[in-house]
T-cell receptor, first 115, second 116 residues
Framework: GAGVSQTPSNKVTEKGKYVELRCDPI?????LYWYRQSLGQGPEFLIY????????DSGLPNDRFFAVRPEGSVSTLKIQRTERGDSAVYLC?????????????FGEGSRLTVL | TQLLEQSPQFLSIQEGENLTVYCNSS?????LQWYRQEPGEGPVLLVT?????EVKKLKRLTFQFGDARKDSSLHITAAQPGDTGLYLC????????????????FGQGTILTVHP
């Protein structure tokens, strides 16, 4: 597709369950970012990839959160033992190169609700 | 503590009024960007400013980057209901060696509502 695609768009799960959120970036974009956003707030940085490697994972809140990008394209954000506080919209973005003045192109997000 | 402080957090105005949103930090940024986000969608880039003191205009929107590259402002002239949305500033920090970090840090956003 032409834009960043995220699936699922909505995910409702129970406390303690495992979830995976998928991001398909714009073709050819080497940098991929994950953010978490609460209603009416700015996106909170989680992790970004340059190619297959995590260049900066300083925003991951704890070891229940993990992300991979094995082939340098699609990325999966994995959350283990979900907690109610994990409920948020998870945004993925990609850019041609990281840093500098590059534009980030965002997907529409995956809304996670933990009951 | 927010690295980028936006003010005000909420702004409710009538159509035709002017407004300014501020984005402040004690840190230096290699560039600052402004994004606009509508409900159910991801943020969309409005502008990037890279030079201290730079001013950019986009129709009724004027963006300014502070001389020290620590702050920015967004001014909207004659606001319209279509301007309603969440406005976000975001920047790439510069480390002690002068290199820009790859991650983009966002402010907490300003929710703008323009009433007809």
């Amino acid at each position: 597709g032409a834009g960043v695609s995220q699936t699922p768009s909505n995910k409702v799960t129970e406390k303690g369950k495992y979830v995976e959120l998928r991001c398909d970036p714009i073709s050819g974009h080497t940098a991929l970012y994950w953010y978490r956003q609460s209603l009416g707030q700015g996106p909170e940085f989680l992790i970004y990839f340059q190619g297959t490697g995590a260049a900066d994972d300083s925003g991951l809140p704890n070891d229940r959160f993990f992300a991979v990008r094995p082939e340098g394209s699609v990325s999966t954000l994995k959350i283990q033992r979900t907690e109610r506080g994990d409920s948020a919209v998870y945004l993925c973005a990609s850019s041609l190169v990281p840093g500098g003045a590059g534009e980030l192109f965002f997907g529409e997000g995956s809304r996670l609700t933990v009951l | 503590t927010q690295l980028l402080e936006q003010s005000p957090q909420f702004l409710s105005i009538q159509e035709g009024e002017n407004l300014t949103v501020y984005c402040n930090s004690s840190s230096v940024f290699s560039s600052l960007q402004w994004y606009r986000q509508e409900p159910g969608e991801g943020p969309v880039l409005l502008v990037t400013v890279v030079t201290g003191g730079e001013v950019k205009k986009l129709k009724r929107l004027t963006f300014q980057f502070g001389d020290a590259r620590k702050d920015s402002s967004l001014h909207i002239t004659a606001a319209q209901p279509g301007d309603t949305g969440l406005y976000l500033c975001a920047g790439h920090l510069v480390n002690a060696g002068g290199t820009s970090y790859g991650k983009l840090t966002f402010g907490q956003g300003t929710i703008l509502t323009v009433h007809p």
